[in-house]
């Protein structure tokens, strides 16, 4: 499977999987409509278009669908197009733009020096 990239219609889908573990699609569609209002054949456009992807595997009877990824390697995915997209991939370009615009206590920068004394090194890439 190659890198899935998933829009946020595609996103509202997969929120209920990761959440539910199996859903019918008709359930999905039930649930979809009642919080964002999309009609039954909108939802099952959204979920054929992830079963396309590799996101979702459909099971039958009962048309029944299952994450076929995980919720952590979508943010991964996606956290990692956002740094390419927006700070030419740099993880310190988006921490200093981002920190620059934020009120941290001292709690929040204490965690974030625990999180960062515990990354090991590394290796310096040539290009």
């Known amino acids: 499977m190659g890198e899935i990239r998933l829009h ?24 979809i409509k009642e919080y964002i209002g999309w009609e039954k054949n909108t939802t099952y456009t959204v979920i054929k278009r992830l079963i396309n992807k590799g996101a979702i595997i459909r099971e039958e ?3 029944i669908c ?16 956002l740094l390419n997209q927006m ?31 515990k990354q090991p090194p590394q290796q310096a890439r040539y290009r």
């Not at 946020?8 to 649930?31: C, H, P, Q, T």
């Not at 299952?66 to 197009?81: D, G, L, M, P």
Request: proline share 1%; glycine share 4%.
């Open 8 to 31: 946020e219609g595609e996103l509202n889908v997969m929120e209920l999987l990761w959440s539910n573990k199996v859903l019918a699609a008709r359930d999905i569609a039930k649930i």
């Open 61 to 63: 009877p009962g048309f």
């Open 66 to 81: 299952k994450a076929n990824v995980s919720k952590r390697k979508i943010q991964n995915i996606e956290t990692q197009a």
């Open 87 to 117: 700070y030419n991939g740099s993880i310190s370009n988006f921490i200093t733009a981002y920190l620059a615009e934020q009120k941290l206590s001292a709690s929040d920068i204490a965690e974030l020096k625990k999180i960062i004394s």
